[in-house]
C-alpha cells in the first residue's frame, strides 16, 4: 500500500508561483511512474506532469514551460514548481503514482489563481 499526502497548495495572484509537495508512504521504487494531476471546477481531471523511470518528465502543453516535475527518491517525494500561474491553472492537484501493484492517488490540495 501507498499513501500520498500533498502540500503547497494555496491563494496565488496571476503571474506568482507556488511549489507543491507530494510526500509517498510505502513501496515506491525509483522506475516507478509519478504525477501531477488536477481538476478544475466542471471539468474532468487532467494530467500535468509526469516522471517514469529514467524518462524525460512529460507535461501538458498547457504547462509547459512554466511548471517542472521533480522528485527526491531517498525521501519518496515529487515536487511541482509552478511559475507564471494563470487563472486557468486554478484546480485541486492530486499527486499520483503507479507501482507495480497499484495506482495511488492523494486527497488533493487546492490552488487558486486570483487577483
Known amino acids: 500500500q501507498v499513501q500520498l499526502m500533498e502540500s503547497g497548495g494555496g491563494l496565488v495572484q496571476p503571474g506568482g508561483s507556488l511549489r507543491l509537495s507530494c510526500t509517498a508512504s510505502?513501496?515506491?521504487?525509483?522506475?516507478?511512474?509519478m504525477a501531477w494531476y488536477r481538476q478544475a471546477p466542471g471539468k474532468e481531471r487532467e494530467l500535468v506532469a509526469r516522471l517514469r523511470g529514467g524518462r524525460d518528465a512529460e507535461y501538458a502543453s498547457s504547462v509547459r514551460d512554466r511548471f517542472t516535475i521533480s522528485r527526491d527518491n531517498a525521501k519518496n517525494m515529487v515536487y511541482l514548481q509552478m511559475i507564471s500561474l494563470k487563472h486557468d491553472d486554478t484546480a485541486v492537484y492530486y499527486c499520483?503514482?503507479?507501482?507495480?501493484?497499484?495506482?495511488?492517488w492523494g486527497q488533493g490540495t487546492q490552488v487558486t489563481v486570483s487577483s
Open positions: 510505502g513501496r515506491v521504487l525509483s522506475t516507478d511512474a
Open positions: 499520483y503514482v503507479r507501482n507495480s501493484d497499484s495506482t495511488y
